[in-house]
């Protein structure tokens, strides 16, 4: 008899813990995303305070899918592994490395201020963006959604490759037909821009002639 309300007691004390288990309770209802907005870009964290996820800190590339943040985030760890002071063997400065007759293109004279203003930096891209949009403005209608030399032709693509060679390397593509491979000092081929950045959303990207900033 003892035995047998020994285990009824321990079956109804199993029983009550495993109902516990699943009983509902309450969660405070609290504004769950931080959002930083910088020239139109979204960065989310998930929680309130950027600083309860130090290992953001240390990331090079973000996963942000094909919209305009994921095309700049991509090349500049290309570039310069997203680092703003970091000036290469020959010259070229920044977390996008522009060079000297690039950054006067875009209203940037200073270049020790350019390097220490990440701000700047970043308003220097979208202007280089704008202007190369305008003068490859034919290219991108005449040849986006085309394949030429193996590789599909995109907006983003031909974007990428003016950053890398310039806008009138990338008009001697077409003209040759992708048959005439420019490569960068460092051999980097606009082939290679043109496949590896195709495919990204830079509708935000507008069509400037004129685009420049004042440092």
């Keep these: 008899m003892i035995k047998k309300w020994y285990f009824y007691a321990g079956l109804v004390v199993i029983i009550t813990f495993l109902s516990l288990g699943f009983k509902p309770f309450n969660r405070e209802t609290k504004s769950w995303f931080l959002t930083e907005k910088t020239d139109g870009s979204e960065y989310i964290f998930p929680s309130q305070e950027e600083d309860d996820y130090p290992a953001l800190h240390k990331l090079n590339v973000p996963f942000t899918g094909n919209r305009f943040i994921g095309f700049k985030e991509a090349v500049a760890f290309k570039e310069s592994q997203g680092k703003y002071r970091k000036v290469n063997s020959i010259g070229y400065m920044g977390k996008y490395q522009f060079g000297s007759k690039t ?6 004279n200073n270049q020790k201020a350019f390097l220490k203003n990440p701000a700047l930096q970043e308003k220097a891209f979208i202007a280089l ?10 290219e991108i209608e005449k ?15 031909i974007l990428a490759a003016a950053h890398l060679g310039g806008a009138g390397s990338v008009k001697n593509f ?14 980097t081929s606009l082939r290679s821009y043109m496949k590896a950045f195709g495919g990204y959303d830079l509708s935000y990207i507008e069509a400037d002639s004129n685009a420049t900033i004042n440092d």
Excluded: C, M, P
Aim: aromatic content about 12%.
């Design 174 to 187: 077409f003209k040759n037909k992708g048959n005439r491979h420019f490569r960068d000092a460092y051999g």
């Design 103 to 108: 950054l006067r293109s875009v209203g940037v």
């Design 143 to 157: 040849y986006e959604g085309k394949v030429i030399n193996g590789v599909e032709i995109t907006e983003s693509g």
């Design 129 to 138: 963006l704008s202007k190369n949009k305008w003068i490859l403005r034919n």
